[in-house]
């Protein structure tokens, strides 16, 4: 317990805190997306044991450090690349979050198009999808934490600050996203570039995340512009005044 009273130790757990919430953005967004297919009563639910579970893995992971640093050694090579434990998790969960973030905007486009009712999803069949999206997600976050600070008591606190955080705001974020369609599709978009970027980081394509950061904020910022423009739009006029039909009133007399 002597990190106590280092003072760089409470830097690092600042630091880490917040890189940790940043890097659980995607997480809460997929969560919400994924429970909004719930029925109403379940969805909260669904939310905290989401976040409950990733938690869970990620303390479990820091405990095990040294197992997960053993999965950035190389296993086999394939044409001068080297294969790792790491990459192969990146990937298999960069595919996973491809395809099934193509397959919401699929579902979003056919039930504007047909304004059919939403599918409701079982309440296992979530748990299971968030809970392997998790694992992808809590693994970079936990070899991220590895290499910024070296007390594993330090790496536990800042997790679970960052989890409590999301578990907090992941509820108004939820609601935000299931009443406004677009940026419902605009989080999906952001799924599919963090799925890309996942499966290039598996295959040796080192992206700076600042760059992945940069651009999601970006379109983030320009959807909200449109939002503020289309609450400031005036209502419709009616197609005729009421004078008119007044008129229209006078001139055909009492039915």
Do not use: C
Not at 214 to 231: D, G, H, I, Q, T
Request: charged content about 15%; aromatic content about 8%; overall charge positive.
């Amino acid at each position: 317990m002597e990190w106590l009273t280092d003072p760089d130790a409470w830097i690092g757990l600042l630091t880490l805190t917040v890189l940790e919430l940043v890097l659980g953005i995607d997480n809460v967004v997929f969560i919400s997306i994924l429970s909004g297919k719930l029925p109403a009563h379940q969805r909260k639910k669904a939310r905290l044991i989401g976040l409950s579970l990733a938690m869970l893995l990620r303390v479990l992971l820091l405990l095990s450090i040294t197992w997960v640093m053993s999965l950035t050694r190389p296993l086999f090579v394939i044409s001068g690349f080297n294969v790792t434990g790491r990459a192969i998790i990146l990937i298999a969960g960069g595919l996973f979050l491809l395809v099934k973030s193509t397959h919401e905007i699929h579902d979003q486009m056919e039930e504007h198009v047909q304004q059919q009712a939403p599918v409701v999803a079982s309440f296992f069949a979530v748990l299971v999808q968030i809970s392997l999206l998790d694992i992808v997600f809590s693994l970079d976050s936990v070899i991220t934490a590895v290499g910024m600070v070296d007390e594993i008591a330090v790496m536990i606190i800042a997790v679970i600050l960052a989890i409590i955080v999301m578990m907090v705001f992941a509820g108004p974020v939820s609601g935000f996203v299931e009443r406004h369609p677009t940026i419902k599709m605009l989080a999906l978009s952001f799924l599919l570039l963090i799925g890309m970027n996942l499966v290039a980081e598996g295959v040796g394509f080192h992206i700076p995340k600042g760059y992945t950061y940069f651009a999601m904020a970006f379109a983030l910022f320009v959807e909200m512009l449109n939002f503020k423009m289309r609450s400031r739009k005036p209502a419709p006029r009616p197609l005729q005044s009421r004078r008119l039909q007044n008129a229209i009133h006078r001139i055909e007399g009492p039915r």
